[in-house]
């Protein structure tokens, strides 16, 4: 069974740092990984998607690298903003069900002017 | 304007009086999907559909029922709604190959 995890649980930053968000599932049989974004009483807005056959995507100041073979993805945010601030979710699509996505609980940012 | 929308947005209900959470796409998306979001759970699908007529179970379908008969709607039902239904819903859709899935706003439900 896939399992998503997402460290740090919550980040806290100034405004202007660098940062990166991980992202770890179990089951490296996955068709696509796609980064989401949660504002408070608001949905899921959609980052990036990467298909399993490709290492990164990238869009404006995002970029999501995914490493199959570990397990891993990453999304790095240059020079964060505050408006920046939400959670950040990951989630993974399976061969086996492509049409579902296991999601991991979340990196709630905070950045700070 | 795509989107995918939601009604109600907040509901609050006493056990076992039936409800009906709707959901509708305007981009003709053939996969449609009704997920869960509780605290330290994530999100969890509950029931999907590739096409109109064609539904099938997720992860957490026990107390709900959907329906696809047309392409655009994916109604979530809860006949006998318990206080374990608490939680945040979200539909989405998606299409093609890539199956990148667009999100409504949430319905947060609350039973009593």
């Known amino acids: 069974k896939q399992e998503v995890t997402q460290i740090p649980a919550a980040l806290s930053v100034p405004e202007g740092e660098n940062l990166v968000l991980n992202c770890s599932f179990t089951d490296s049989a996955i068709y696509n990984l796609q980064w989401f974004r949660q504002d408070p009483g608001k949905g899921l807005t959609s980052l990036l998607l990467i298909q399993s056959s490709q290492r990164e995507q990238t869009s404006g100041r995002l970029n999501a690298s995914l490493d199959k073979s570990s397990g891993r993805s990453t999304l790095y945010i240059a020079a964060s903003q505050p408006g920046d601030s939400a959670t950040y979710l990951c989630?993974?699509?399976?061969?086996?069900?492509?049409?579902?996505?296991?999601f991991g609980t979340g990196t709630r940012l905070l950045v700070s002017p | 304007e795509a989107q995918v929308t939601q009604n109600p947005r907040y509901l609050i209900t006493v056990t076992g009086k039936k409800l009906t959470v709707t959901c509708s796409q305007n981009?003709?998306?053939?996969?449609m999907s009704w997920y869960r979001q509780d605290p330290g759970l994530g999100l969890r699908q509950i029931y999907y559909?590739?096409?109109?007529?064609?539904?099938d179970k997720g992860d957490v379908p026990e107390g709900y029922k959907v329906s696809r008969k047309e392409k655009r709607n994916f109604p979530l039902i809860l006949e006998s709604p318990s206080p374990n239904q608490t939680s945040l819903y979200f539909c989405?859709?998606?299409?093609?190959?890539?199956?990148?899935?667009?999100f409504g706003p949430g319905t947060r439900l609350t039973v009593t």
């Open positions: 981009m003709n998306h053939e996969y």
């Open positions: 559909s590739m096409n109109v007529e064609v539904t």
């Open positions: 989630a993974v699509g399976g061969y086996s069900g492509f049409q579902k996505l296991v």
């Open positions: 989405a859709s998606g299409w093609g190959s890539d199956y990148e899935q667009y």
